[in-house]
């Protein structure tokens, strides 16, 4: 287990894109049939294993997502990121990955490399620092522990601030 001062825990925050609140409804056969409230408790679990904090936002609208990213420069270690259908597209999104100096850990449920051609290009993953894609609930908890080390190696570079 991690051990971490209560007085200052790592703060994770766990963005999920477009169409992911119909999880559980939403093409069972690619997503699987876990609900986002489901991940997110999972994840929320996991999260008090570590010792740490984790905020979760869901959003349809890329500018909404895109003013989470700008957020989260200050407020927390790291994120966890899937950006859904934006993935292959949206560059004012890889832009705002670029621009944020926290670690970015880009997930997927399916394994977006198996699926159609369109889905096999990430704008996003040249600009993140990982990616995590194909293994259902088990890409999000792997991006969180993920972010968990990134966080406390960026933490011990700047001499225990961030």
Do not use: C
């Amino acid at each position: 287990m991690i051990w971490r001062e209560v007085r200052n825990p790592l703060r994770v925050l766990v963005l999920h894109g477009p169409n992911l609140n119909l999880l559980g409804r939403r093409e069972p056969d690619v997503y699987g049939s876990l609900t986002l409230e489901e991940i997110n408790t999972s994840l929320q679990n996991l999260a008090a294993e570590l010792n740490i904090q984790v905020e979760f936002y869901q959003s349809n609208h890329e500018g909404e997502l895109i003013d989470r990213l700008h957020q989260a420069q200050d407020n927390v270690a790291a994120v966890i990121f899937n950006p859904g259908a934006f993935t292959h597209y949206s560059l004012a999104l890889r832009d705002a990955v670029a621009a944020v100096s926290v670690p970015v850990i880009e997930v997927h449920l399916s394994n977006v490399y198996a699926r159609e051609g369109f889905r096999r290009h990430s704008v996003i993953a040249p600009v993140a620092a990982g990616q995590i894609s194909g293994l259902g609930l088990d890409s999000y908890l792997l991006a969180l522990r993920a972010a968990v080390n990134l966080a406390e190696k960026r933490r011990r570079q700047l001499g225990g601030k961030d």
